[in-house]
């Protein structure tokens, strides 16, 4: 599957912004999504995912209340809407997707390992 995330800019500080992943190729609907970020000198992290119906949904500690990943497997596409932003959300964020049949609650899911499919990244900029 390849995957092309788009929806990165310049925001203010409180400010809102939603982030688009479009798929091509195979079903999209049989693979867990996942949104990741890197922040400028930091290791890439997990920010959240959604499971392959878009039943379920899991987030990172730092994101939790503030972000929402839905998904519409008709449209082949990912969402993550990005609200209350803050200077620390500044990073190239990614979206991913994963072949995985690990349990949704393992720890494994919440790691790049587990992803297997990455799209190029959109910068999201947030200004104090």
């Known amino acids: 599957v390849q995957l092309q995330a788009s929806g990165g800019g310049l925001v203010q500080a409180g400010g809102s912004l939603r982030l688009s992943c479009a798929a091509s190729g195979r079903t999209f609907s049989g693979y867990r999504m996942g949104w990741f970020r890197q922040a400028p000198g930091k290791e890439r992290e997990f920010v959240g995912k959604i499971s392959r119906s878009g039943g379920r949904t899991y987030y990172a500690d730092s994101v939790k209340g503030r972000f929402t990943i839905s998904r519409d497997n008709a449209g082949n596409t990912v969402y993550l809407q990005m609200n209350s932003l803050k200077p620390e959300d500044t990073a190239v964020y990614y979206c991913?997707?994963?072949?995985?049949?690990?349990?949704?609650?393992?720890?494994?899911?919440?790691?790049?390992?587990?992803?297997?499919?990455w799209g190029q990244g959109t910068l999201v900029t947030v200004s104090s």
């Open positions: 991913a997707a994963s072949e995985t049949l690990e349990y949704w609650s393992s720890s494994y899911t919440y790691t790049d390992r587990a992803y297997d499919y």
